[in-house]
């Protein structure tokens, strides 16, 4: 590959990372502005447990991409917020399930609206096929990553 051809492939990475933050940014303030008593990461994990009931926190680190650190941090929060309650598991006492506590659930449900128009603002004005595209490129650029 040659410089030039670097410099745009390097421009395109510029690009999905400053998008990327963008986003999480907008969320952000969206989350402040409507007086969420969780951040955008706290949401990801509450949404994960509520759309699959009682997860491990193995399985739940798998699904979020997150470190093991930073997920028991998020969960400790919830924990404090009476969202999100740790369970051993009957089956295997060294494993942890996580599930989300009656005031979880109702503020996953109360939240979903707000989050989905929140989400969607980015998405305004791309087609049915700009969405096919980018998630066949995305798509293939996560598997060249692979290992």
């Given at each position: ?112 609206p707000e989050v989905k128009k929140i989400r ?28």
């Amino acid at each position: 590959m040659d410089a030039q051809q670097d410099e745009v492939y390097s421009n395109y990475s510029f690009l999905l990372e400053k998008t990327n933050k963008k986003i999480k940014q907008y969320a952000k303030q969206q989350f402040r502005a409507l007086n969420f008593e969780v951040t955008v990461d706290q949401w990801a994990v509450l949404k994960v447990i509520f759309e699959h009931d009682q997860l491990s926190q193995v399985a739940l680190a798998e699904l979020l991409h997150k470190d093991t650190p930073t997920l028991t941090r998020i969960l400790d929060l919830l924990n404090q917020k009476g969202l999100i309650e740790r369970q051993l598991d009957v089956d295997d006492r060294r494993r942890v399930r996580v599930c989300l506590t009656a005031l979880g659930k109702k503020t996953v449900i109360e939240m979903l609206p707000e989050v989905k128009k929140i989400r969607m603002h980015a998405w305004q004005h791309l087609t049915k096929d700009d969405f096919k595209q980018f998630v066949r490129i995305l798509d293939t650029i996560y598997n060249n990553l692979k290992p």
